[in-house]
């Protein structure tokens, strides 16, 4: 177990009616805020309705910005600033799934700042003051509400990057298993991939001597596999949405990370396939993170015989190592497809023509890697495994 330090001050506050504090909760950081969320899905199924009366009935006035779309556009964010630079805004407020969120993280971190917000993605340039922000989430999936971290795409390269500082966890997040009740389908099996992706970026690292941390992320994985399926039959199951909330939670905040050099190879592989492809980031971490683990596991083939062992159960006995890691990889693939997802390019109708270019992005920006570095020509053949 390698040193670490650990620090994550975001306010959880979850259960059954919790949105309807959002109100109090803004109250303690401002009294003008910018309230940011995606489409029309939030105001049909009441929640903007009961997030809007809480803010007025605590004298919390607001602005609003909606228009948020999956691969979050660095346009909207721009327009963001412009609008908290115009009013006055003293907090960003977010109300939806990662998307939401992680735009409203570049929103606080370009409000202060002169220059273009993209530095902070695309440099190492970090900001060194943003507005506070608070979450009502109404999508597991990413992990945002109480991370450190922000994804938005340049729709001009188009280039997809990730920002990261202390200064981006939220002040608190509302965490309430009802709001996930008429969810989509795909929203739903996407959202598990990139919870699952999650753990596995911080699973699959070259470490030893991290039993616990081991055992923390095998836990994770094997509620979310247990549950996810539950609330895709039942999409009105608290308790499964409890567990899979919780976990999607628990999955980014840090925790799990700890002790290890994590990897996050696939995210950066992936977020080339979305930023060209605008594919689903969970969509397409099933696709690339099944091809990733066939290409790099004899690197370190005993943490992946372990996985297939104790998150999926594969029988050891009388098998050979490759048997067991080829029989824990299927077991991953099945799951997924279980969820309704495609597992590789072919089904999610994509070619391999921008192969070259996506490697050559990612290799260039990212040191790809724990487990194993990935140059670029490890990258195409990643993607050529995935088609």
């Known amino acids: 177990m390698i040193n670490f330090t650990w620090y994550n001050p975001t306010k959880i506050i979850f259960g059954k ?17 910018l309230l940011h969320y ?55 407020l977010a109300v939806g799934g990662g998307s939401v969120i992680d735009s409203a993280k570049a929103i606080a971190a370009g409000v202060p700042y002169e220059g273009n917000v993209w530095d902070f993605y695309s440099t190492e340039k970090q900001p060194e003051k ?5 979450v009502v989430l109404t999508i597991p999936a990413a992990g945002s509400e109480s991370s450190d971290g922000s994804v938005i795409t340049n729709e001009e390269g188009p280039d ?18 009802e ?28 470490n030893s001597n991290t039993d616990l941390s081991d055992r923390l992320s095998e836990a994770a994985m ?23 909330m919780w976990t999607g939670c628990v999955a980014h905040n840090g925790l799990l990370g700890r002790g290890r050099q994590e990897d996050w190879a696939s995210h950066g592989i992936e977020h080339e396939l979305s ?5 689903a980031h969970g969509a397409g971490l099933a696709i690339i993170f099944p091809a990733w683990m066939k290409y790099v596991n004899d690197a370190h083939p005993e943490r992946f015989v372990q996985f297939a062992q104790r998150v999926f159960d594969v029988d050891t006995q009388g098998k ?62 990643i993607y050529k495994k995935a088609l």
Request: include cysteine; charged fraction near 25%.
């Open 320 to 381: 050979t190592e490759d048997e067991v890691i080829n029989e824990g990889i299927e077991k991953l693939e099945a799951f997924f497809k279980g969820l309704g997802l495609a597992t590789t390019l072919h089904e999610a109708g994509i070619d391999d023509k921008s192969f070259e270019v996506m490697a050559q992005k990612a290799a260039g920006n990212w040191t790809l890697g724990s487990i194993k570095k990935l140059t670029a020509k490890d990258i195409v053949s």
């Open 130 to 134: 943003m507005l506070s922000i608070g």
């Open 179 to 206: 709001l996930c009740y008429t969810l989509p389908v795909n929203h739903i099996s996407a959202g598990g991939a990139d919870i699952l992706a999650h753990i596995m970026e911080r699973y699959f690292a070259p």
């Open 222 to 244: 094997k509620a979310l596999i247990y549950n996810l399926p539950k609330v895709l039959k039942d999409n009105k199951d608290y308790d499964a949405w409890a567990e899979v």
């Open 275 to 279: 930023a060209i492809y605008d594919i």
């Open 17 to 33: 009616n919790t949105h309807n504090e959002v109100g109090n909760e803004t109250k303690k950081y401002a009294k003008k805020v």
């Open 38 to 92: 995606g489409g029309k899905s939030l105001k049909a199924t009441g929640t903007y309705d009961a997030v809007v009366n809480s803010l007025k009935n605590e004298g919390v006035d607001f602005v609003e910005l909606g228009g948020v779309r999956p691969n979050p556009r660095l346009s909207l964010v721009q327009e963001g600033i412009e609008i908290c630079r115009r009013e006055g805004i003293e907090f960003i």
């Open 160 to 177: 997809k990057r990730s920002c990261c500082t202390d200064l981006m966890y939220p002040k608190f997040a509302i965490l309430n298993p």
